[in-house]
């Protein structure tokens, strides 16, 4: 018996010991935005690193300083940088993952009490089971069943565990930054498994992500809000020409009305157009999903093309403006849109910036209006993209075949990861996603779960990952 072979029997031999190490990690309410719950979050990242120790591993705790949460100055949670092995000889693969998780009450709707790991036959339900608790704890089992069956481990594993990405990521870059020529020196290739299969059944590598870009649109009139009754139809109101302007921005077929928007947008290739065949996705499914069909297009992989690689504009709120229940016949005198703009190769943010600004500015000039118009950019993160023939990919697929019987889907995704950006810029490295859990795992929703496969299965493909880098030429 091989040692990959011999890996994946024992990992099969203590499921129920894996199921049990994420209870533990589930029943720590390590919710980063709760001031409430920050020790908790240090908690978690302590337990995380007392058993990297534990198991052989080298660790620095690093505290990236300090924060305030709503008028509270707090401690930032650590974050736990590792090492387990440091032979020359071998590859050394650095792995992401973060140990804190989205609020959860039960009166949010949830089934269960969201920080007991509930088990059903085919389900683990509990926040953080799928994000990202149980990838984060897959890498830490793989070494230990590794250790457990006497297999040597075949690369050096460097990793980093945070405890802010659900609250940004504060304090992270500059730290990658810091320790890009220290820490993290020597390594060779990344992998994050932080996201997510696009369907429920069949396995996949992820090797784009779509930047976004944040505005504030602020228009301001009197120096108070107003009674209509006295004067609607006297003034200009901010909210009439707010409203004017956010409609202005995107249309019905979710096409972005902003000129030169999509001039710096990548052509689809005749390469790229052969991936989206035989994905596992449908707008059956979506509709479902979604409790109504309210779907764009017509085609799946046009649906797919504006998830993943096309530009896109969503509108988000107003603030300023009354909502409470009930009615208001108020004028409001100052109000603020917000929208985002998600990004694709090759836009640049600045340009971006500069395209919607003006266009508003034009659009705004003629309303005519006597109210004064401001665009503030509060976020601009870059957009990722790697090619699935680069050798970790390879190594990624190969895992993949090993452990499913089946070639991964080759996917990008609508949303950001913005660290991914940060580790390939910094230490110049290709990055690799790949996930554990599946598309209705429900990750930041009510009863989220990962199913039993998922993990067990996960656990094995991130092994065999290791294994699968170990052997392929990376210089390729």
Not at 20 to 28: F, K, M, S
Not at 78 to 101: C, E, M, R, S
Not at 152 to 165: A, H, I, Q, S, T
Not at 183 to 206: A, E, H, M, Q, R
Request: hydrophobic share 35%; charged share 25%.
């Amino acid at each position: 018996m091989g040692s990959v072979e011999k890996y994946f029997e024992l990992v099969d031999q203590n499921q129920q010991q894996f199921i049990e190490t994420l209870r533990e990690a589930v029943a720590i309410p390590s919710v980063s935005s709760d001031a409430s719950r920050r020790g908790d979050v240090v908690r978690m990242g302590e337990w995380l690193q007392a058993r990297w120790e534990a198991a052989g591993a080298v660790c620095k705790r690093v505290e990236p300083g300090k924060q305030d949460l709503h008028g509270v100055e707090l401690d930032l949670p650590p974050v736990i940088l590792g090492q387990y092995g440091n032979d020359p000889a071998k590859k050394t693969v650095l792995v992401y993952g973060h140990y804190d998780v989205q609020p959860a009450l039960l009166e949010d709707g949830w089934d269960t009490d969201p920080f007991t790991l509930v088990e059903t036959d085919d389900r683990l339900i509990g926040r953080g089971s799928t994000d990202d608790k149980g990838p984060v704890l897959g890498w830490l089992l793989c070494v230990e069943t590794h250790k457990q069956a006497g297999i040597e481990m075949p690369v050096n594993l460097k990793f980093c565990w945070e405890g802010m990405e659900e609250s940004g990521s504060e304090g992270l870059d500059a730290i990658i930054e810091a320790e890009a020529d220290k820490w993290f020196k020597g390594t060779d290739v990344v992998c994050i498994s932080d996201n997510y299969w696009l369907g429920t059944k069949k396995p996949c590598l992820t090797h784009g992500l779509r930047g976004v870009s944040y505005f504030h649109l602020q228009v301001e009139g009197p120096g108070a809000d107003l009674h209509s009754g006295v004067f609607g139809g006297t003034v200009h109101e901010p909210m009439v020409d707010l409203v004017h302007l956010l409609a202005k921005l995107v249309d019905n077929s979710g096409r972005i009305q902003v000129p030169g928007i999509y001039d710096q947008v990548m052509p689809v290739s005749d390469a790229e157009e052969r991936t989206y065949e035989g994905l596992e996705f449908s707008h059956n499914a979506l509709a479902s999903d979604l409790k109504r069909d309210i779907i764009i297009h017509a085609e799946e992989r046009d649906t797919l093309k504006h998830r993943w690689r096309f530009p896109t504009l969503s509108i988000h709120g107003v603030e300023g403006a009354f909502y409470a229940p009930g009615d208001k016949t108020v004028i409001p005198a100052r109000v603020r849109g917000k929208f985002s703009l998600r990004t694709v190769p090759n836009m640049e943010p600045e340009k971006v910036a500069q395209l919607v600004k003006r266009y508003l500015q034009d659009e705004f000039a003629k309303l005519g209006s006597k109210n004064k118009m401001t665009v503030i950019e509060t976020h601009a993160g870059r957009w990722w993209y790697s090619s699935p023939n680069h050798p970790n990919f390879v190594a990624g697929s190969r895992a993949t075949e090993k452990v499913y019987g089946v070639k991964p889907d080759l996917t990008r995704e609508g949303g950001s990861i913005p660290v991914t950006l940060t580790f390939e810029e910094n230490l110049g490295v290709n990055v690799l996603l790949l996930p554990m859990g599946a598309a209705d795992d429900g990750a930041h929703s009510i009863n989220e779960k990962i199913d039993k496969r998922n993990y067990i299965q996960g656990i094995k493909l991130l092994g065999a990952y290791l294994h699968e880098v170990a052997a392929t030429d990376m210089t390729a």
